[in-house]
């Protein structure tokens, strides 16, 4: 299995609460990206997969062929420094790999970030307070310093940012400079709202 495999080579590294869950299902639609379903985010560089060997991991992307680009996406690998820093990790796994990361106005994302916690961490306390007390929801904005890793040990060329913003306004334009990044033929998409998957609260 480990030797037959193909590693992935693509990598959507966050941010979470910013249209990661659309912007992989988008990616997915493109005759040459093989996107994780299994689960979308294997987190196997950080947090709870991590214990889990190789070939776990591999399996993942068993159902990929001969497509250019295979990928996962997992928000974990900006949540430092909770969860350290996976750059490194990714580095020497897949030295050519490709990174991609979506941002989206930081205090709109926080405040999604914080209604996930209430719902699925048991955050009790109000947003100011959660704010002051737990770190990580400020931390994950902080965009500079979630991917100034990626391009220390990438390069900027291999580094692709967007926002959350610039997919919604334009999808069509956004996916384009996407493809163009990877060096990938533009697919047009069906004219059809932005799909807001996994979108959560606002207010």
């Known amino acids: 299995m480990t030797d037959a495999a193909r ?18 299902n988008m990616l997915a ?44 996406s997992s928000t974990d690998y900006t949540k430092a420094p909770r969860l350290g820093c996976a750059a490194a990790k990714i580095k020497a796994f897949a030295k050519d790999a490709r990174i991609l990361y979506i ?55 291999r580094v692709h940012a967007l926002t959350m913003e610039e997919l919604t306004a334009d999808p069509e334009r956004a996916m384009g400079a996407i493809y163009d990044f990877l060096r990938l033929e533009h697919v047009a998409r069906e004219a059809a709202p932005l799909p807001r998957d996994n979108a959560g609260k606002s207010t």
């Open 7 to 24: 590693r992935p080579n693509l990598f959507l590294v966050g941010s979470m609460k910013c249209g990661t869950t659309s912007l992989h």
């Open 29 to 72: 639609t493109h005759p040459s990206i093989f996107m994780c379903q299994n689960p979308k985010e294997p987190a196997w560089f950080a947090g709870g997969n991590s214990g889990k060997d190789l070939d776990w991991y591999l399996e993942r992307f068993a159902d990929a062929a001969d497509q250019s680009f295979v990928g996962e």
């Open 103 to 157: 941002m989206r106005d930081p205090v709109a994302r926080a405040v999604s970030h914080y209604w996930w916690e209430v719902e699925y961490s048991a955050e009790g306390r109000s947003f100011p307070e959660a704010m002051k007390s737990a770190r990580e929801i400020a931390d994950v904005g902080h965009y500079a310093m979630q991917i100034a890793p990626y391009i220390e040990a990438f390069g900027r060329e």
